[in-house]
């Protein structure tokens, strides 16, 4: 039986123009709407909008051609052959000279008010992420797209690490609508913390940042397109950069000392950590190389000593057993430092719980998905204030093989050998190997190594933090 939908009771938009015109030789009504809809009729009534699927229009002799996009209902669609979208051109020629420039008036009218459309973009593009195909997805499926926009692109290859942090840091940001990032996680979290090192990072943060996916992992992308039902792929992606949809973020600052480091992902210590940074020697396989890797490190299974504290957030009081925590007073900065020094909040009033190793893993997290296989945080929120925590202590091998299956609809959070809670602060203290005191762990921060311990992997190259104790901190709404 048919259902009402309560938009169906709105009155009708008003239309911009209606006239007669020739749609594939014959003559025939078309209106646009005040609301940004085209309307025809061809067999039966057919209609686009501007908001959603024109992405721009072009004059050729008496024809009128409109870029736009058709969404690919009930089709299976991979990541790389174009996403939920095709492009398709619509013509039609109106009968007369002054018809045809009042069409082209009221559609740049009409296009030229839509709110949130990014005019000009910095836009970085990875070469050297996952596959290494950042280059090929940028020129066949994303800049194709943002030529029809008629999208201004200001394009920069990534040559180095941390060459995208440099640059924003540094760059005038004034003329650009938003940043893009064609990559994986990483170069986002570079581009980041540039802004946030920016002495008018405040301005900076308004700015936004859009990925698109062509790494290894992509969780934010994926967290970001999931929840309104879009695939995981360039076109989607850069569809809804261009139609100008922002979510805000939450920032994490994870300190050490003076030292600080801002995370919108994730942050792992013990088995997913070695997982994602170990796994490095098979970068070419691409999100295989996870459950490749993760499988050897599940038969050889390690376990840290250590402490974890945390501010639990309302209803996860019971979690862990009370503690006190002393901030660490050489965390505090000069009035004349530059950028953002995370949220000012006075940690020593806080309830803290705590929770005594060994562990098996601890994953902090910020957003669902930590890649496009890999629900971690069923529950995460972007912008709620808190950050997920998932802790595993002990677990035998073969429930952890069932727990690496459940990965990728989150139902690994349900196991008894799992604790998944909400917090607001937390604290690190990692240990060393229980069976081998003398190697210690890596930990990991949107897939970026925060630090290396003692006969860690690559233990000899230098990191951003010792491995010793952190504090993680959230800001609410921090980013766009």
């Known amino acids: 039986m048919d259902t009402l939908h309560p938009e169906n009771d709105r009155l009708p938009s008003p239309p911009l123009i209606s006239d007669r015109v020739l749609i594939n030789g014959v003559i025939t009504p078309l209106t646009l709407t005040a609301d940004g809809e085209l309307q025809w009729t061809e067999s039966a009534l057919r209609k686009s909008t501007t908001e959603k699927e024109i992405l721009s229009f072009a004059v050729e002799g008496n024809k009128v051609k409109l870029k736009t996009l058709v969404e690919r209902r009930g089709s299976i669609c991979c990541g790389g052959s174009g996403g939920d979208y095709a492009r398709k051109d619509f013509v039609f020629e109106p009968l007369y000279d002054e018809s045809r420039k009042l069409w082209c008036d009221k559609l740049r009218q009409r296009l030229d008010s839509l709110v949130g459309r990014p005019k000009r973009l910095l836009v970085f593009v990875n070469p050297f992420g996952g596959k290494k195909t950042a280059r090929k997805i940028f020129l066949e499926e994303v800049k194709p797209l943002f030529d029809d926009a008629h999208v201004q692109l200001d ?83 850069t569809v809804s950069i261009i139609r100008g949809h922002r979510r805000s973020l939450d920032v994490a600052t994870i300190s050490q000392g003076t030292t600080k480091f801002f995370s919108v992902l994730m942050l792992a210590w013990g088995l997913v950590a070695d997982i994602d940074i170990e796994s490095e020697k098979f970068r070419w396989m691409g999100s295989a190389r996870f459950d490749v890797y993760g499988l050897q490190r599940i038969i050889c ?108 609809d989150g139902t690994h959070v349900q196991s008894p050998y799992v604790s998944y809670l909400k917090v607001k602060a937390f604290v690190l203290e990692p240990g060393a190997r229980i069976d081998e005191e003398d190697k210690e762990g890596i930990i990991d921060s949107d897939g970026e190594v925060l630090a290396r311990g003692r006969r860690s992997y690559k233990c000899d190259e230098k990191a951003l933090m010792s491995y010793g104790k952190l504090q993680i901190t959230v800001d609410q709404d921090e980013m766009r």
């Open 155 to 237: 394009v920069q290859e990534t040559k180095y690490q941390l060459h995208a942090k440099e640059m924003v840091r540094s760059i005038d940001l004034s003329k650009y609508d938003g940043i893009v990032c064609v990559s994986g996680d990483g170069v986002l979290v570079e581009v980041v913390n540039g802004l946030l090192e920016r002495a008018d990072w405040r301005t900076a943060l308004k700015l936004p940042i859009g990925m698109v996916p062509a790494g290894s992992g992509n969780g934010m992308i994926k967290s970001l397109l999931d929840p309104v039902g879009l695939s995981c792929s360039a076109a989607s992606a």
């Open 301 to 408: 299974l390690r376990q840290y000593n250590g402490r974890i504290l945390f501010v639990p957030a309302p209803g996860f009081e019971s979690n862990g057993q009370p503690a006190s925590y002393n901030v660490d007073k050489e965390s505090s900065v000069s009035d004349k430092t530059l950028g953002y020094q995370g949220p000012d909040t006075n940690l020593e009033d806080l309830e803290w719980r705590e929770i005594k190793g060994p562990f098996v893993s601890v994953w902090l997290h910020n957003v669902p998905w930590g890649a496009e296989n890999t629900l971690a945080a069923p529950n995460a929120k972007f912008s709620d204030g808190f950050l997920d925590l998932i802790v595993m202590k002990d677990c035998p091998k073969l429930a952890l093989l069932s727990l690496m299956t459940k990965l990728s």
